[in-house]
């Protein structure tokens, strides 16, 4: 699995997982926010060939 955030127009800020293996179930992930510039950011989860 990869987590990726993107900023508008699909550009990729930064990757916060990078192909890892995860088992069925939820999951949580923290991340320092205070670093980004104000504006609107998206997720993109990719396992295997899904999107």
């Given at each position: 699995?990869?987590?990726?955030?993107?900023?508008?127009?699909?550009?990729?800020?930064?990757?916060?997982i990078?192909?890892?293996?995860?088992?069925?179930?939820?999951?949580?992930?923290?991340?320092?926010?205070?670093?980004?510039?104000?504006?609107?950011?998206?997720?993109?989860?990719?396992?295997?060939?899904?999107?």
């Open positions: 699995m990869t987590l990726t955030q993107l900023l508008e127009h699909s550009r990729e800020v930064r990757t916060l990078n192909n890892e293996s995860k088992s069925e179930g939820l999951h949580q992930i923290t991340f320092d926010a205070s670093i980004l510039s104000n504006g609107i950011y998206f997720y993109q989860i990719t396992s295997g060939s899904f999107k």
